[in-house]
T-cell receptor
């Protein structure tokens, strides 16, 4: 069975500062994908960033980057230069090795960016 | 493409009534996922289809829940009879089977309230 754990139910950060959201996971698969999704108050699920487990290089998308530690089964999200629009729920998720398998989600971290 | 389209966005119904949630996939996608989001349980998979075939329905909570794909671009999730504990946000998501395409695109969800 695959599991995803987010140990921080809530976090806050000052605008323009950097924040890191934690995620650990467990899987017996050799190939898998990890994701961070953002859910603003509109409730739309928006993909922020994804990481293929076979790639050693950490993924980066503009102000968002990940720290992928495969041996430790850790996948944290770093948001740099936080903006008010980053306020949302953030979900870490895991799927097996192709696009036709479902996501397993963590319980989420509620991030508040404070002006 | 307009993305994954769910209807209705909001549904309020009385206990015991039948509820049908609808989902239109992105054109060309052939995997379809139904998720349920609650405060207590977070985001959990109910059922998913590949090429119109149900692959895993182990997340469907009870026989009161059923899901179909009458064609390649459309799916329904039916609850009959509905109960107050079914109140949740229901998401559908679609993705492609093309290797390397691992992103699931989510609809905006249906908020169901059973009174």
């Amino acid at each position: 069975a695959q599991t995803v754990t987010q140990s921080q139910p809530e976090m806050s950060v000052q605008e323009a500062e950097t924040v890191t959201l934690s995620c650990t996971y467990d899987t017996s698969e050799n190939n898998y994908y990890l994701f961070w999704y953002k859910q603003p108050p509109s409730r739309q699920m928006i993909l922020v960033i994804r990481q293929e487990a076979y790639k050693q290089q950490n993924a980066t998308e503009n102000r968002f980057s990940v720290n992928f530690q495969k041996a430790a089964k850790s996948f944290s999200l770093k948001i740099s230069d936080s903006q008010l629009g980053d306020t949302a729920m953030y979900f870490c998720a895991l799927s097996r090795n192709s696009g036709n398998t479902p996501l397993v989600f963590g319980k989420g971290t509620r991030l508040s960016v404070i002006a | 493409d307009a993305g994954v389209i769910q209807s209705p966005r909001h549904e309020v119904t009385e206990m015991g009534q039948e509820v049908t949630l609808r989902c239109k996939l992105i054109s060309g996608h052939n995997s379809l996922f139904w998720y349920r989001q609650t405060m207590m349980r977070g985001l959990e998979l109910l059922i998913y289809f590949n090429n119109n075939v149900p692959i895993d329905d182990s997340g469907m909570p009870e026989d009161r829940f059923s899901a179909k794909m009458p064609n390649a671009s459309f799916s329904t999730l039916k609850i009959q009879p509905s109960e107050p504990r079914d109140s949740a946000v229901y998401f559908c998501a679609s993705s492609s089977n093309i290797w390397g395409n691992t992103e699931a695109f989510f609809g905006q969800g249906t908020r169901l309230t059973v009174v």
